[in-house]
């Protein structure tokens, strides 16, 4: 069969049509925390963590593309709230939630308070924190009750960037204790991963409360006008999880 000039345009022009059609619907910047084991870190200058692969395994699903970069948390959080991009494993606020739209939680993870071994304290409520100095995360939330009872001064907090180094500060009694956001498996991470903590393991204690249930979302400048793009991640997450696709990424 000869087929016309006519016919082979029309037929390269569906094939032309198939190619050029988007692998993504949307590619979408995500801001994390570089120093979040095991939620989100930097291991040799890759991306790692279980926040950044389960948005891998959501991009299969939803179609979008999300272009992780992570940074310290306070630069990501800032980024963020000034409509450049998403940002992860981010805590729930009332006062964020002005700003940003929330995903389904995506990792379930507790606020917990880590002290030196033969430090410990009486903890079931706030008030025992009263007239003690705890180490903070630069720009971090621990939920609204948390951070009111700081903006009162109920709570003393010391506060800067870096994790390794509130750990430090505990070893050398600068601080009374700390709140670590990725539970207890990320105080597990964070010793294992660090020699100098890992041949004092003993000496750090978890106080057996938790500070505050505290599940991680992905939140979208209102702005940016995403919604559609986090009603497929939503989907997403929930079609996987329902699967048990993402078992092997969240805390049992």
């Known amino acids: 069969m000869v087929l016309s000039s006519a016919s082979i345009t029309r037929r390269l022009a569906g094939l032309l049509f198939v190619i050029v059609l988007p692998l993504h619907a949307e590619v979408i910047t995500v801001y994390g925390s570089d120093e979040f084991p095991p939620v989100s870190y930097m291991n040799a200058g890759v991306v790692a963590g279980a926040f950044p692969a389960i948005l891998s395994r959501l991009e ?22 000034r409509g450049q991009g998403a940002v992860a494993n981010i805590s729930w606020t009332t006062e964020r939630s002005m700003q940003m739209d929330y995903s389904v ?13 033969g430090r410990e304290f009486r903890f079931e409520s706030l008030s025992d924190l009263k007239g003690k100095l705890i180490g903070a995360g630069l720009g971090s939330s621990y939920r609204d009750e948390v951070d009111a009872a700081i903006a009162r ?3 003393l907090v010391d506060r800067d960037p870096n994790q390794l180094s509130r750990m430090r500060k505990l070893l050398s009694g600068r601080v009374d204790a700390i709140f670590v956001g990725a539970g207890r498996v990320g105080v597990k991470t964070m010793i294992e991963s660090t ?3 890992k041949d004092r393991a003993d000496e750090f204690v978890v106080l057996p409360k938790v500070v505050a249930v505290d599940p991680l979302h992905l939140a979208i400048p209102k702005s940016l006008n995403k ?26």
């Open 153 to 155: 001064g109920d709570i």
């Open 105 to 117: 939680p995506i990792y379930p993870t507790e606020v917990v308070l880590v002290v030196k071994k």
């Open 227 to 252: 919604t559609e793009a986090l009603q497929r991640l939503n989907r997403a997450y929930t079609k996987l999880k329902e699967r048990g696709d993402l078992a092997d990424l969240l805390p049992r």
């Open 60 to 81: 299969k699903e939803t179609g979008d593309r999300y272009e992780i970069q992570l940074v310290p948390w306070a630069r990501a959080l800032w980024m963020a709230q």
């Open 195 to 197: 020699p100098e903590f």
